[in-house]
């Protein structure tokens, strides 16, 4: 059984209920809606086959739903435009009739952009220089030339650009993924925490407007693409839920001989935290064409693991590859076999997480007895998923099993490393805890009569504070 979790970019190769339920067979933990491409009535379908699928085979599969953010794209380009080395071009809104202007999506263009800076398309695969800036339109040569593809992403990393993290069509969007019921928002181009706080002001706006307050609120995931987020982290963590490092833009935007190690960073950042960080992009990158992954890319999916991020992400390769399910299980075997080598094991698993004197001494003990008695499972209630998450940043061998009543908590929870979330009634005491949970361990084939467990939680039983309680029992 895997612990790192697996999040799949759901598109046009992998929209059908068939494949949905092939993706979550597979080991998919968590559902990406990119609401950069498809429209409304496809993410409600998709989200709609996702959801059967998790309740089919009994995986709380979290949706989470990746808005756009001030990212600037190529319009309809017509035909099959080669840029070549040194050619004179014009970016700009196009008017009907017009074939010598690129189309890009920037209404205003000219009014950010300055002569010198540089303009890369497609994650830098054509890069231009910009030698005039007009109100509407600007004049570039090409650097490094290619294809234009519809639709590419454009960066601009020279540019300062004063707008807000959230656009027009960012907020219309939110409201519908809210309507719809996802659980997690990604959240693209964040500068800095207040980019976090203004999105939480509009969800929880939205989830009033359409009554969607549950337990546990809508989570936000920062996704860290540019200088100044990668500056910014802790500071931007501290407010959002957990990391995605988004490592297509950031090589673009910054040298790409610094990914490796920021990625390393913020991989310990959130582990220090006990929130959960997202390693995205390229993963499995060959796979949209072929069957069979690089020997870069496993060595790639294999050394995020061994650093402890939570979850690895497919992008294209599910979206738009020929393979999405083959990819989701090489992606699963590639966990596994890092996992089983001990490579990944935490040699000091002392509570790094800033919190109650008492939660600490809890968390670290339970560990501890864990390994001692040699027990099966650790099973902790969480009403917030915050125990199960402390838990996991110290990685025990054994898996964690976190019962909460609330569905969203539970979903939510899976993006964690290692933790199995599962759905029980809020208990009165003790005893009604372990002896429910008992029946889903057996169910679940976990763990046999006079197996050891570990059993966390908080007394009174049922309501939300302090861990301060840690037991061994027996599985009877």
Known sequence: MKRTKIVVTIGPACRSRKLINQLVKSGMNCARLNFSHGSYAEHRQ?????????????????????????????????????????KKVVL????????????????????????????????????LKITKVLKDKISATVVEG?????????????????????????????????????????????HCAADIKQARILISKFEKKYHKIRGGEIGIIAKIENQSAVSKAEEILAVADGIMVARGDMGVELPAAQVPIIQKRLIDFCNAAAKPVIVAT??????QEHMHPTRAEVSDIANAVIDHTDAVMLSNETAVGKY??????????????????????????TVRKKGTAVDSAI???????????????ILAASLTGETGRMISHLRPEMPILVATHDIRIQRQLNLSWGVRPFILPV???????????????KKEK????????????GEPVGEAGHVNLVEVREVI
Not at 282 to 287: A, E, F, P
Not at 363 to 377: F, G, I, M, P, T
């Open 324 to 349: 999405p399910a083959l990819s989701v299980r090489t992606m699963a075997e590639i966990i596994k076999v890092t996992e089983d080598s001990g490579y990944d094991d935490l040699p000091d698993f």
């Open 363 to 377: 968390v670290e003990l339970s560990r501890l007895l864990a390994d001692r008695v040699e027990a099966k499972v």
């Open 46 to 86: 998709m989200y709609q086959a996702i959801r059967a699928a998790g309740k089919k085979y009994n995986e709380p599969v979290l949706i989470m739903q990746d808005l756009q953010g001030p990212k600037f794209r190529l319009g309809e380009v017509v035909g099959a435009v080669v840029l070549r080395a040194g």
């Open 146 to 190: 290619g294809l234009l593809r519809p639709r590419a992403g454009v960066n601009l990393p020279d540019s300062r650009l004063d707008m807000s993290v959230l656009t027009a069509k960012d907020k219309r969007d939110l409201e519908f993924g809210i309507k719809l019921g996802v659980d997690i928002i990604a959240l693209s181009f964040v």
């Open 282 to 287: 390229q993963m499995l990158d060959s796979m």
């Open 446 to 457: 976990l763990a046999v009569k006079g197996d050891k467990m570990i059993v966390v939680a």
């Open 92 to 127: 700009g809104f196009v008017a009907a009739g017009d074939h010598e202007t690129i189309p890009i999506d920037f209404f205003g263009i000219g009014k950010c952009l300055r002569v010198g800076e540089r303009i890369l398309i497609d994650d830098g695969k054509i890069s």
């Open 427 to 441: 208990c009165k005491s003790i005893e009604e805890l372990v002896k429910k949970s008992m029946q889903y361990i």
